[in-house]
């Protein structure tokens, strides 16, 4: 079920309704939400519903274990974490990794001449398992690191990782943040609807109007064949898809914390005007914030972060950022993607050791420079990630080499796409904190009225169909 | 504005009630102003009995907002916005430009069959999701060298013969041929169809529903793959014809198998059309669904995680034996003439 569907708007209100009627009880309450979130997730397929509930009891039960007064027996903590993580590692490898493996070991034996070989399997990836994998290890490494204690709650637990606002493409949610909003049932005399509302709206916007258009009219065709157009289309289609990719994803973020706040949760902010950042690290800080976020908790500082040298900051950067890139997808142009971030990162740190500068004192051009520069990276980035190999990928850049070929994809609604999705990064805070406020000083009928019609424009706007998000693939 | 924006300054919070307020007035709202769309998407609901529910529900709205005239705004802006966007969006329909970017010569110039950069063999893919992605890339490769062939992709997500409210291509492909003759007074010289992926399901026409593989339906998409061809062959001397191929999925590959058959009867005997069987060209030994194959010593993924659609290698395979039919029916004519 996708969220910007009518199908999707029936089911909250029901969702909407029932949960606040039923908020007295409270466990009652949890249950209801758990049993919506998996008929959320069952719409797609219900067969890894039950997966899904298998892999959150377990970890409900490990996390108990982990969590029992073992000080003296540090080991037995230590080997139940290494169970913990090995049981979801090994879920998330074999629906994702097997035949990624199973193909380049094959053909490694092929190479010497043996013809036996490791069977490919017809898995099919359940979807988002990346993402309940990431909240379920979170869970275990915190309570194995006393941040907080188990939950002795199993209902919090499955509703925890089944929450379907953030279920199937985020934001990751850290245990600590969410589990304690469970403690209480939600207030329904104080519901931050205005917020909401406004993440709501304009999360549909971007992903209706812009991500779904830009995609459609240049993005697609051009990454499909990219030998054929000219290499004007072919780096307005990289802008293009830069655009796209920020306005799905993030728009799916705002609707997933929307949804939230509508029920009575928070969850953390994922994106900060990530095409404003000035440098590679200044990006992952804006850009998928609970996943970077989550790379450096749970990898880069446990690796040893940059507290054991030069040599070893270097490593541990390019293994986080390998490893980010192999979590997105079992292919090549994902490693290499995650590679060249990376590299990226490195380099920048080289730099900045050698000329350190005060980063507030860097007038508007340098500024600007830096914006143009860390942005290019990105998009050089986003070439690999979305080619659907790393061999087309290097073909599209080869040809950026086709000058002289006729256009015939540009023309001023594509042009305006990617100009709004790159204007709304410079868009002051403080004035929409000045749109939040107004909205919220709004009387009541004057809102609806306005979200309605907001509504209504969306229809008419509307592509045909509505494409998948795209975090949903991982 | 470009964050998640979520404003963590302390807002105006409202009791439930006022909250169901505010949604029943905005989706009431929406809802009267949009009930064209909304009864588009009740319409196009698979399951009978939910289909009649939701009907049943949206009705009542379509009809108030039509006495009302509410629905007036959401046509003539639709209408205004598609106008808009269409004349800025040749590729809304999928379409990959044609990689011979020479003039087009009249129709009087042409030699018979004698194709060059300036005059190119014109190729048209045509199809469901089978000709979305991997084919028409691999054939763009194919062909990169080889000026003398223009080649052109129409491809429609989802469109099946049973269900025109997708894409109707009956319909359509007529005007997609005027289109084509009104640009460059010149018809396609080949035709590649590649579709059926999405034919297994019941037939709705004006009076009954017509469940799949029953009589009437067999006798209906026979009718609709006969009106289809006509209008092929009418337009094009040469169509390749490409069969189904194997699927994964159990019940799904018989029933494809099945979709199959009717169109080999509905187009394998026309002697414009060559019908291509790809079971043994994509499948294992027997014909039937392989994930992988040995291409060139190494061992590739020829279909896509799915088991429905092809990967990269996998659709080389289909290109390959393409071209060789082409070579065979477009260029030895030219050499030994």
Redesign the interface.
């Known amino acids: 079920m996708l969220f910007p569907t009518?199908e999707f708007?029936i089911f909250f209100?029901v969702v909407?309704?029932l949960s606040?009627s039923l908020v007295k009880w409270h466990t009652v309450h949890k249950i209801f939400l758990i049993l919506a979130s998996l008929f959320f997730y069952g719409y797609w397929d219900w067969r890894f519903s039950i997966l899904l509930v298998a892999s959150a009891v377990c970890n409900y039960f490990i996390a108990r274990l982990i969590g029992r007064k073992n000080a003296h027996r540090p080991r037995l903590r230590t080997l139940f974490l290494v169970i913990g993580v090995a049981v979801n590692l090994g879920i998330l490898g074999f629906f994702k990794y097997y035949?990624f493996l199973a193909?380049n070991v094959?053909?490694v034996l092929?190479?010497f001449g043996f013809t036996r070989?490791l069977p490919?399997l017809?898995?099919?990836?359940p979807l988002a398992i990346s993402f309940f994998t990431f909240h379920a290890l979170s869970y275990l490494i915190d309570v194995y690191n006393g941040k907080y204690p188990p939950s002795t709650s199993l209902p919090d637990i499955l509703l925890y990782i089944l929450f379907f606002p953030h279920l199937v493409a985020g934001p990751i949610v850290r245990a600590g943040y969410f589990l304690p909003q469970l403690e209480r049932p939600p207030d329904?005399?104080?519901?931050?609807?205005?917020?909401a509302?406004l993440?709501i709206a304009?999360g549909l916007f971007k992903k209706i109007f812009i991500a779904n258009?830009i995609s459609?009219?240049?993005v697609?065709?051009v990454f499909?064949?990219p030998?054929?157009?000219s290499s004007l289309e072919c780096l307005l289609a990289v802008y293009g898809y830069a655009v796209q990719i920020?306005c799905d994803f993030?728009a799916y973020?705002?609707i997933a914390?929307?949804l939230a706040?509508?029920l009575g949760y928070r969850f953390l902010?994922?994106?900060?005007?990530?095409?404003?950042a000035q440098s590679i690290q200044d990006f992952w800080r804006?850009w998928h914030i609970s996943l970077s976020s989550w790379l450096r908790d749970y990898l880069y500082i446990p690796l040893g972060g940059s507290r054991k040298g030069k040599g070893r900051t270097y490593a541990n950067l390019l293994i986080t950022m390998f490893l980010g890139g192999l979590w997105h997808g079992a292919a090549w142009n994902f490693v290499i993607w995650g590679s060249l971030q990376g590299v990226g990162l490195v380099f920048e740190r080289l730099v900045k050791e050698r000329k350190p500068e005060a980063k507030a004192a860097r007038p508007f051009l340098r500024k600007a420079l830096s914006i143009f520069l860390t942005f290019h990276f990105v998009c050089l980035g986003w070439i690999f990630f979305r080619s659907?190999?790393a061999s087309?990928a290097f073909e599209y850049i080869r040809s950026f080499g086709n000058i002289g070929?006729?256009s015939?994809?540009i023309?001023?609604?594509?042009i305006f796409l990617i100009a709004i999705g790159l204007f709304?990064?410079f868009?002051p805070?403080s004035?929409?904190?000045r749109i939040?406020?107004g909205f919220?000083?709004l009387p009541?009928?004057l809102?609806?009225?306005l979200?309605?019609?907001t509504?209504?424009?969306m229809?008419?706007?509307a592509?045909v169909?509505v494409a998948p998000f795209i975090y949903f693939q991982f | 504005?470009?964050?998640?924006?979520?404003?963590q300054?302390k807002?105006?919070?409202?009791?439930?009630g006022?909250?169901?307020?505010?949604?029943c007035?905005?989706?009431?709202?929406?809802i009267l102003?949009?009930a064209v769309?909304?009864r588009n998407?009740a319409s196009g609901i698979k399951t009978d009995e939910i289909r009649g529910a939701a009907l049943r529900i949206v009705d009542p709205f379509a009809s108030l907002s039509a006495r009302l005239r509410l629905d007036v705004?959401?046509r003539a802006?639709?209408e205004g916005?598609l106008s808009?966007?269409e004349k800025?969006?040749?590729?809304?329909s999928?379409?990959?430009?044609e990689?011979a970017?020479a003039p087009q010569p009249s129709a009087a110039t042409i030699p018979e069959v004698r194709y060059s950069p300036s005059h190119p063999l014109t190729v048209l893919l045509i199809g469901d999701s089978l000709a979305w992605?991997h084919i028409?890339?691999q054939f763009?490769?194919s062909i990169?060298n080889r000026p003398e062939i223009a080649f052109t992709r129409i491809s429609k997500?989802?469109s099946t013969l049973s269900d025109p409210a997708i894409f109707d291509w009956i319909a359509e492909i007529g005007k997609i041929f005027a289109e084509k003759e009104r640009k460059d007074s010149l018809p396609y010289n080949l035709i590649i169809v590649t579709m059926g992926a999405n034919d297994a399901q019941a037939i709705y026409t004006p009076e009954e529903k017509l469940p799949f593989q029953s009589a009437g339906w067999i006798r209906e998409f026979l009718s609709r793959v006969s009106s289809f061809r006509d209008i092929l062959t009418a337009n094009c001397g040469k169509i390749y014809w490409l069969g189904i191929p194997p699927m994964?999925k159990e019940g799904y590959k018989d029933r494809m198998v099945f979709v199959n058959s009717l169109y080999e009867a509905g187009v394998a005997r026309y002697p414009s059309i060559v019908y291509v069987p790809v079971d043994h060209i994509i499948g294992d030994e027997h014909g039937l669904f392989t994930?992988?194959k040995?291409i060139g010593?190494?061992?590739e993924?020829i279909r896509s995680?799915?088991?429905i659609h092809y990967d990269?290698p996998g659709a080389q395979l289909i290109v390959d034996t393409i071209m060789r039919l082409m070579e065979k029916d477009f260029f030895t004519i030219r050499k030994t003439r």
């Open positions: 009518i708007g209100g909407f309704i606040w035949n193909l094959n053909n092929l190479l070989a490919i017809n898995i099919i990836l329904p005399r104080s519901i931050e609807m205005s917020g509302v993440l304009f258009y459609g009219l240049i697609d065709p499909e064949n030998a054929g157009f920020f993030s973020s705002e914390i929307g706040r509508l902010d994922n994106f900060n005007n990530p095409y404003r804006r659907p190999s087309k070929k006729p015939t994809l023309s001023p609604f594509v709304i990064h868009v805070e004035f929409t904190s939040r406020a919220d000083a009541l009928a809102k609806a009225t979200f309605g019609l509504v209504f424009l229809g008419v706007t592509p169909g | 504005m470009a964050g998640t924006g979520s404003g300054e807002q105006r919070t409202y009791p439930f006022k909250v169901a307020l505010f949604g007035m905005g989706f009431g709202l929406a102003l949009s769309p909304l998407w705004p959401y802006m639709r916005f808009l966007i800025k969006e040749p590729d809304q999928g379409r990959i430009p990689t970017a992605n028409p890339a763009s490769e990169k997500i989802s994964r994930q992988t040995i010593g190494r061992q993924m995680k799915d088991g990269y």
